[in-house]
C-alpha cells in the first residue's frame, strides 16, 4: 500500500462510521444502535455489564414482538364491517301477494289422466291396509272401481313396485300387490317419520329405483305409510303432467275468478283484474296481486288491516284429489314485484273456515360487497345460468345449478322446475331411466357433493317481511245465515252449488305500522384509521415514529444489502483477476540495493532514530563515510566589495 493510501486509511479508521460506509453488518448495526431514535436499541450498546445488556435486548424484542403481533391483528380486522340499523316512518309500497290453492288441478279435469294411477294406488292400499280408500261425492258419482282391472298387472306397480322390508330379513322384501318375496340388492336409503308406523312392527313400506340395465339399484324406505303412499304417487304423477301441454294444464287448473270472491285494497274495492296469472308445476294456476307488470306499484300510507289487502277465497275441496295433497286450504307467499315466488318452499298455508291476519314489518338490508363478503349484486358474477328470468336470489342459483345438472346428466328436467333452454321435462316414454338418475342426483345434491352451494352465493341487498300470523273463525255462526247466501248468488256465474263453510278462506294482508328498519354495513376501518393505529403501537411499545420505520428500512433493507452486495462484487472481482493473470514461475526474492528486510516490518517512512537500530543487510559491504569538506563550511560572499565591519580577521 502506498505511504498516502495508508495515512487515508488510519485516517477514516479513527473518524466516526457513516451508515452505509460500513465496511460490515456488524458495524452496521452498531452505529444505527448509536444513532437511532427507538431507546431500546440505544440501551443494549451503551449499557454496561452483561445482564443489563441482557435485559434490554429480551425487552426489545418483546417490543418488536408485541409490535408485529398488534399490527397483523391490525391488518386482519381491516375488512370487518359495522352494522347500523335505521328507522324511518315513510310511505311503503306494497309487497306482490301470490296465492295458489293447494290442490292445482280440479279433479273433474284431471280424472281421465290419473284414473289408471289412482286405480292402481287404491289397490295398493287395499292390499296392505284392507281397505279401498275414501271417495268424494263427485268420484262416488263417477263410479266405482273397474272391475275388469282386478286381475291386471298394473303398469304403475310393475315399473316401480310398492315393497314391504323387515328389518330382520336383510336383502329381501314382500311385494305389496303379489306378497311374494323378492330380493333387494344396492343403497337403501331410510326416510324416518313419525307419523305413521305400517302393522306396529318392524316393518317398512318403500320402493325401488332401478337404471336401465338394473345393475344399479337404489332402494327408499319410509317408516311411515303415509309418506311412501305419498311418494310413490308424486313420481307418477309428475311423469303423467309432464307430458301435457302448458295451455291445457292452465285450463285444467282455478281461474282468477273462480279463486278469489271478493277483493279490497286500502279501503278500495279490486277484482280478478288486479291479479297476474303464474303457473306453478306443482300448484297449477297461481295468482300475484300487485305484480307491476303494466302500472305502477300499489303503497298504503296507513297501517292497519282496513288498509291492507282482503281477500275471500274458494277452496272447492270436493274437487281435490287424495293422494297427491292430504291438507286443504291455499298457500299465500309474500315477496319483492320482481321475486320469483317459490310457493313450495317459504309458503304460507291458511285454512278454510277461518279468518287469517297477516301483519307485517318491513326490513331492508344492505351487505358490502368483496372483501368484505362473498354476496353478489345482481348474479352476473355468478357462473349459473338463470333459467327463470327474474331477479337473481340464492334460491334461484341453487335451483337452476340443480336443474342444469339435471339435463346434464339425466338428459331431462325435472318436472317442478321451470325448462332450461332446448330441454324437455322427463317422462316414462322417452327417459325410462329418469326416477332412478332424479333421486341419486338429488342425493347428491343434499350432500353437496355437485357443487352448487359452492358457487352459488347470496344477494347483497334484500328486503325481508317478518310476518304475524293469527287467526280467528270465520264466518261465525251468526253471520254465516245471511253470508254464505249472499256470496253463493254473487258467484252464481261461477260457482254452480251452494257454498258452505269449509269452501271458504278469508285473507287479510297488511303494515302493522310504517316503520321501515334498514340494516345497513359499513366499513369499520379506513386506510386513515389503519395508520393511526400503526402509529399508536409503535410510540406505545417503541417510542418510534413514521420516521424511524424509514431509517429501519434504510439500514436493515438497503445498506445491508449494499454491504453484502459490495464484498460479492469484491470477492468477484479478485476471482476474476486471478483468472485473467497469466501463470508463471515464481522467482526468489534477493535483497539488492539498499533493500533491507527490516523495512518490510513497517510501511511507514523510517525516521533518523529507527534508521540507526536497522541492522545491517546480510551479504552487503556497508559503505565507507568520507570526512567532511571543512572549506566547504566556510561561508562565501554574496557581495564582490565587503563592508569593512564584515571582513575577516586573518589568523596568526
Known amino acids: 500500500m502506498a505511504p498516502g493510501e495508508k495515512i487515508k486509511a488510519k485516517i477514516k479508521k479513527n473518524l466516526p462510521v457513516r451508515g452505509p460506509q460500513a465496511r460490515t453488518l456488524k458495524a452496521l448495526m452498531q452505529w444505527y444502535c448509536l444513532n437511532t431514535n427507538t431507546h431500546g436499541c440505544r440501551r443494549i450498546v451503551v449499557s454496561r455489564g452483561r445482564l443489563r445488556r441482557f435485559l434490554w435486548i429480551v425487552f426489545t424484542l418483546t417490543a418488536v414482538a408485541l409490535i408485529i403481533w398488534q399490527c397483523a391483528l391490525l391488518v386482519l380486522s381491516f375488512y370487518t364491517v359495522s352494522v347500523s340499523i335505521k328507522v324511518h316512518f315513510q310511505k311503503l309500497d306494497f309487497p306482490a301477494v301470490t296465492i295458489c290453492n293447494i290442490n292445482p288441478y280440479k279433479y273433474s279435469a284431471v280424472r281421465d289422466l290419473l284414473a289408471d294411477l289412482e286405480q292402481e294406488t287404491t289397490r295398493a292400499l287395499k292390499s296392505l291396509y284392507g281397505f279401498s280408500g275414501v271417495k268424494s261425492r263427485k268420484r262416488r258419482e263417477a263410479g266405482s272401481e273397474n272391475p275388469a282391472l282386478e286381475g291386471i298387472r298394473s303398469k304403475f306397480l310393475n315399473l316401480v313396485p310398492l315393497l314391504v322390508f323387515n328389518q330382520n330379513e336383510k336383502g329381501k322384501a314382500r311385494d305389496f300387490f303379489t306378497g311374494r318375496k323378492r330380493k333387494v340388492s344396492g343403497n337403501i336409503i331410510h326416510k324416518a317419520s313419525n307419523v305413521m308406523h305400517v302393522h306396529e312392527s318392524k316393518e317398512m313400506v318403500g320402493f325401488q329405483l332401478c337404471s336401465n340395465d338394473t345393475s344399479n339399484c337404489a332402494t327408499y324406505t319410509f317408516s311411515s305409510g303415509i309418506n311412501a303412499i305419498q311418494e310413490w304417487y308424486k313420481l307418477h304423477y309428475m311423469n303423467i303432467m309432464a307430458q301435457v301441454p302448458v295451455e291445457k294444464k292452465i285450463n285444467m287448473s282455478y281461474s282468477a275468478e273462480e279463486l278469489v270472491v271478493t277483493c279490497f285494497f286500502d279501503g278500495m274495492s279490486c277484482d280478478a283484474r288486479n291479479f297476474t296469472l303464474f303457473h306453478h308445476p306443482m300448484y297449477g294456476n297461481c295468482y300475484t296481486f300487485n305484480k307491476k307488470e303494466n302500472e305502477s306499484t300499489l303503497s298504503t300510507s296507513m297501517g292497519g288491516s282496513e288498509y291492507g289487502l282482503q281477500v275471500i277465497l274458494y277452496i272447492n275441496e270436493e274437487e281435490y284429489n287424495p293422494f297427491l295433497v292430504s291438507s286443504t286450504g291455499a298457500k299465500v307467499l309474500i315477496h319483492r314485484q320482481d321475486e320469483y315466488p317459490f310457493i313450495e318452499d317459504v309458503g304460507i298455508e291458511i285454512e278454510t273456515a277461518m279468518s287469517t291476519s297477516i301483519g307485517m314489518h318491513l326490513t331492508e338490508s344492505f351487505k358490502l360487497s368483496e372483501p368484505y363478503s362473498q354476496c353478489t349484486e345482481d348474479g352476473s358474477d355468478v357462473p349459473v345460468m338463470n333459467i327463470y328470468n327474474t331477479s337473481y336470489s340464492l334460491q334461484i342459483c341453487l335451483y337452476s345449478c340443480f336443474q342444469t345438472k339435471m339435463v346434464e346428466n339425466c338428459g331431462c328436467a325435472q318436472y317442478s322446475q321451470p325448462l332450461p333452454p332446448k330441454a324437455n321435462y322427463c317422462n316414462y316414454q322417452q327417459d325410462p331411466n329418469w326416477m332412478y338418475c332424479y333421486y341419486e342426483l338429488y342425493q347428491a345434491f343434499v350432500r353437496e357433493e355437485l357443487g352448487c352451494q359452492t358457487v352459488c352465493r347470496e344477494t347483497c341487498s334484500f ?186 580577521l586573518d589568523e596568526p
Request: aromatic share 8%; hydrophobic share 40%.
Open 463 to 648: 328486503k325481508e317481511w317478518t310476518l304475524t300470523t293469527s287467526l280467528a273463525q270465520w264466518p261465525s255462526e251468526v253471520s254465516e245465515k245471511w253470508l254464505l247466501p249472499v256470496l253463493t248468488w254473487d258467484q252464481g256465474q261461477q260457482i254452480n252449488k251452494k257454498l258452505n263453510r269449509t269452501d271458504l278462506a278469508k285473507l287479510l294482508i297488511f303494515y302493522k305500522d310504517l316503520n321501515q328498519r334498514s340494516i345497513m354495513e359499513s366499513p369499520a376501518n379506513s386506510i386513515e384509521m389503519l395508520l393511526s393505529n400503526f402509529g399508536g403501537q409503535l410510540g406505545l411499545w417503541m417510542s418510534c415514529s413514521v420516521v424511524c420505520v424509514i431509517e429501519i428500512i434504510e439500514v436493515f433493507f438497503i445498506d445491508s444489502i449494499s454491504i453484502i452486495a459490495r464484498h460479492q462484487w469484491q470477492k468477484a472481482q479478485e476471482w476474476w483477476s486471478q483468472k485473467q493473470a497469466p501463470s508463471c514461475p515464481e522467482v526468489p526474492h534477493s535483497p539488492q540495493g539498499q533493500d533491507n528486510p527490516a523495512l518490510e516490518a513497517d510501511d511507514d517512512l523510517p525516521t533518523f532514530t529507527s534508521a540507526l537500530r536497522l541492522p545491517p543487510a546480510p551479504g552487503v559491504p556497508v559503505p565507507g563515510t568520507p570526512p567532511p569538506r571543512y572549506n566547504t563550511l566556510r561561508l562565501e560572499s554574496a557581495f564582490s566589495n565587503q563592508l569593512p565591519d564584515t571582513q575577516v
